[in-house]
């Protein structure tokens, strides 16, 4: 062990790094995989990274979605590997251990805080991306999706082979299976169909031992925990096999969008009236909201708030504008404000490709642009009263650049029991917030400001949002709200943010299940489920 920090250290702080070194634990490390992969080292090398590799810095950079861990200084892994069989992850799990380093799984790299490729303590990144196949049963009407795969794909894959089958996860294409639905993803299908884990049939990981296990011989405490509770905690997760849902052969889109002066109360009775209807109105009409500050030259210069209607209906327009006049009136939606087009031409517009873009759009893995951001996450659970509301708009408008998402929950959501798996979040709450600042300045001056300016209104939002805990979605990952150092509190640190992310009654038996699996806390990373102390 000894060695070994200190080798990371070299690696991190000085400028001349110790190559020597670091080339005997890169050889250390594709002896010990060739024994236990019976591979010969000139296929391993093609695989494994240090960052002496001529490719280190392109591989490592290929599924970095923020800038902000994309410097000079953001902390990197001692080596890579690139596995392309599932042999190849069970002895990466072995030799990382025999060498004393952790492991972090990368599948798309969407996590807000990079915790898939970052860590303070020396270790090997395991890169999901060859393993990303996707077969699509139509008798079954399911799918098995590998790790690496990402959402675009797995919609491209369904919509090659039914034009009546869709699967309830997230609008960004790139996001990889392998993270979003082991941490409980979500798309424009929620209210109709609830989260993808609801989807979840089957699994397969490697443990902390090794071992390649299925839903049958991993058990149902184990499959449970992996359906929302994330992957990182439990092992390397390979694949998921999900149930499809059906689409009809005609779904309706429209973007609506009001920009008032903060002092009048117009838009005010709109969000108002957002909040009543978005949640109750028919289980098939999604209608996220973003408010944004906006400086426009028709209020002077002066900065106001904007409110942004994005919405996904599974049925034809003409339905949903005769609902939507009895539900939300405010809206005074028109039929010339609705597309009706096919589920996966709305997945396009959803992810914002112009009018027309092919659905092979949705197999391009570079199409996010490399800007800084962070996030946040909030649930309400009573109404946001009309003065709570016109607080708000001014403190958005004074802050002047975060900005909120509310993703109107009801629906599906309140039929399903909150420990079905370990997303906690269901029938109670009316939406979630996503808080949401990016921006294009480099530096940690600009870094610092801006995400003192979402601390800032997550902090004035206290009052108006869910208590005891108040809860966060791990998918939206924020390391604000308490981070594991695993010492001897490791279960009260791990308390802290797991029962924000999963409810109390769901964290605690995510940690019974990870003391059963994997006892000595090998996968542990800043946010991940504790084990219980031995002696207990
Ligand atoms: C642009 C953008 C849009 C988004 N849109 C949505 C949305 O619509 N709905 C939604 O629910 N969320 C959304 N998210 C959040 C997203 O679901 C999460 O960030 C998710 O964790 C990303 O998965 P990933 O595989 O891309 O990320 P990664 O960074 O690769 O992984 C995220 C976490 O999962 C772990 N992990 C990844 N792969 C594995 C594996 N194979 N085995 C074990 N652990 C693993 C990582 O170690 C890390 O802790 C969005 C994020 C971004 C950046
Ligand atoms: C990371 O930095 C490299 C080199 O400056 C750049 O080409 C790439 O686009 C950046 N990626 C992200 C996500 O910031
Ligand atoms: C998209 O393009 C088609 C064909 O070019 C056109 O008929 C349709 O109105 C367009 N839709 C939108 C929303 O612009």
């Given at each position: 062990?000894?060695?070994l920090?200190f080798l990371?250290l070299?690696?991190h702080?000085?400028?001349?790094p110790?190559?020597?070194?670091?080339?005997?634990?890169y050889n250390?490390?594709l002896?010990?995989?060739?024994?236990?992969?019976?591979?010969?080292?000139?296929?391993l090398?093609?695989i494994?990274?240090?960052?002496?590799s001529?490719?280190y810095?392109?591989?490592?950079?290929?599924?970095?979605?923020?800038?902000?861990f994309n410097t000079t200084?953001?902390?990197k892994?001692?080596?890579i590997?690139?596995?392309?069989?599932?042999?190849?992850i069970?002895?990466t799990?072995?030799?990382?251990?025999?060498?004393?380093l952790?492991?972090?799984?990368?599948?798309?790299?969407h996590d807000y805080?990079?915790?898939?490729?970052?860590?303070?303590?020396p270790?090997?990144?395991?890169?999901?991306?060859?393993l990303?196949?996707i077969?699509?049963?139509?008798?079954d009407?399911s799918?098995w999706?590998?790790?690496g795969?990402?959402?675009?794909?797995?919609?491209h894959?369904?919509w090659?082979?039914?034009?009546?089958?869709?699967?309830?996860?997230?609008?960004?294409?790139?996001v990889?299976?392998?993270?979003?639905?082991?941490?409980?993803?979500?798309g424009?299908?929620i209210r109709?169909?609830?989260?993808?884990v609801d989807?979840?049939v089957?699994?397969?990981?490697?443990?902390?031992?090794g071992?390649?296990?299925?839903?049958k011989?991993m058990?149902?405490?184990?499959?449970?925990a992996?359906?929302?509770?994330?992957?990182?905690?439990?092992?390397?997760i390979l694949?998921y096999?999900?149930?499809?849902v059906?689409v009809?052969?005609?779904?309706t889109?429209?973007?609506?969008?009001?920009?008032?002066d903060?002092v009048?109360?117009?838009?005010t009775d709109?969000?108002?009236?957002?909040q009543q209807a978005?949640p109750?109105?028919n289980?098939g009409?999604f209608?996220?909201m973003?408010?944004?500050?906006?400086?426009?030259?028709?209020?002077?210069g002066?900065?106001?708030?904007?409110?942004?209607?994005?919405?996904?209906y599974?049925?034809?327009?003409?339905?949903?504008v005769?609902?939507?006049a009895?539900?939300f009136?405010l809206?005074?939606?028109?039929?010339?404000?609705?597309?009706?087009l096919?589920?996966?031409?709305?997945?396009l517009w959803?992810?914002?490709?112009?009018n027309?873009?092919?659905?092979?759009a949705?197999?391009?893995?570079?199409?996010?642009s490399?800007?800084?951001?962070?996030?946040?996450?909030d649930?309400?659970?009573t109404p946001?009263?009309?003065d709570g509301?016109?607080?708000?708009w001014?403190?958005?408008?004074e802050?002047?650049?975060?900005?909120?998402?509310?993703?109107p929950?009801?629906?599906?959501?309140n039929?399903?029991?909150?420990?079905?798996?370990?997303?906690?979040?269901?029938?109670?709450n009316?939406f979630?917030i996503q808080?949401?600042?990016?921006?294009?300045?480099?530096?940690?001056e600009?870094?610092?400001k801006?995400?003192?300016?979402?601390?800032?209104?997550?902090?004035?939002?206290t009052?108006?949002?869910s208590k005891?805990?108040?809860?966060?979605?791990?998918?939206?990952?924020?390391?604000?709200?308490?981070?594991n150092?695993?010492g001897a509190?490791s279960?009260?640190?791990?308390?802290v943010?797991?029962?924000?992310?999963?409810?109390?009654?769901?964290?605690d038996?995510?940690?019974?299940?990870?003391t059963?699996?994997?006892p000595?806390?090998?996968?542990?990373?800043?946010?991940?489920i504790?084990?219980?102390p031995?002696?207990?």
């Amino acid at each position: 062990m000894i060695p070994l920090a200190f080798l990371f250290l070299v690696l991190h702080v000085s400028s001349s790094p110790s190559s020597a070194a670091l080339d005997s634990t890169y050889n250390t490390f594709l002896q010990c995989m060739q024994k236990n992969t019976k591979t010969q080292p000139s296929q391993l090398s093609s695989i494994i990274y240090s960052p002496y590799s001529p490719s280190y810095t392109s591989v490592l950079r290929a599924y970095i979605r923020n800038a902000r861990f994309n410097t000079t200084t953001t902390k990197k892994p001692l080596l890579i590997v690139t596995p392309t069989t599932e042999n190849h992850i069970s002895a990466t799990v072995l030799c990382a251990k025999t060498l004393g380093l952790r492991i972090k799984t990368r599948s798309g790299g969407h996590d807000y805080a990079g915790l898939s490729y970052i860590s303070d303590v020396p270790f090997v990144m395991i890169d999901m991306f060859n393993l990303r196949s996707i077969t699509v049963d139509l008798a079954d009407q399911s799918a098995w999706v590998q790790a690496g795969a990402t959402l675009g794909e797995l919609y491209h894959s369904i919509w090659k082979k039914s034009k009546a089958l869709g699967f309830p996860a997230g609008v960004c294409p790139t996001v990889g299976a392998g993270g979003h639905i082991s941490g409980g993803g979500y798309g424009n299908m929620i209210r109709k169909y609830g989260l993808a884990v609801d989807y979840v049939v089957d699994a397969k990981i490697v443990d902390a031992k090794g071992s390649v296990l299925d839903r049958k011989a991993m058990g149902e405490g184990l499959f449970w925990a992996i359906r929302g509770g994330g992957g990182a905690s439990f092992g390397v997760i390979l694949a998921y096999k999900v149930k499809l849902v059906p689409v009809p052969q005609t779904v309706t889109v429209f973007k609506v969008q009001r920009t008032q002066d903060v002092v009048t109360d117009r838009l005010t009775d709109f969000v108002y009236q957002w909040q009543q209807a978005a949640p109750t109105t028919n289980d098939g009409l999604f209608m996220r909201m973003l408010i944004q500050p906006v400086t426009s030259k028709a209020n002077k210069g002066q900065t106001t708030v904007r409110s942004t209607i994005n919405a996904f209906y599974l049925g034809k327009a003409d339905e949903l504008v005769s609902f939507l006049a009895k539900d939300f009136p405010l809206l005074g939606l028109k039929k010339e404000d609705c597309t009706e087009l096919s589920w996966i031409e709305s997945v396009l517009w959803w992810a914002n490709f112009d009018n027309g873009t092919s659905p092979d759009a949705l197999l391009d893995r570079d199409q996010n642009s490399a800007i800084f951001g962070t996030r946040k996450s909030d649930y309400v659970q009573t109404p946001i009263s009309k003065d709570g509301l016109e607080l708000i708009w001014k403190k958005i408008a004074e802050l002047g650049k975060v900005g909120l998402v509310f993703n109107p929950y009801g629906g599906r959501m309140n039929q399903v029991s909150p420990t079905a798996t370990p997303f906690s979040h269901r029938a109670g709450n009316l939406f979630k917030i996503q808080y949401s600042i990016s921006w294009r300045e480099p530096g940690p001056e600009a870094d610092n400001k801006y995400v003192t300016q979402i601390r800032s209104l997550y902090s004035y939002m206290t009052p108006f949002v869910s208590k005891n805990p108040r809860s966060a979605f791990l998918n939206y990952r924020d390391i604000d709200i308490g981070v594991n150092h695993f010492g001897a509190n490791s279960y009260e640190e791990g308390k802290v943010y797991g029962y924000k992310y999963f409810g109390a009654a769901n964290f605690d038996r995510l940690v019974k299940v990870k003391t059963a699996v994997d006892p000595d806390n090998f996968f542990k990373s800043e946010q991940s489920i504790p084990t219980l102390p031995k002696s207990a």
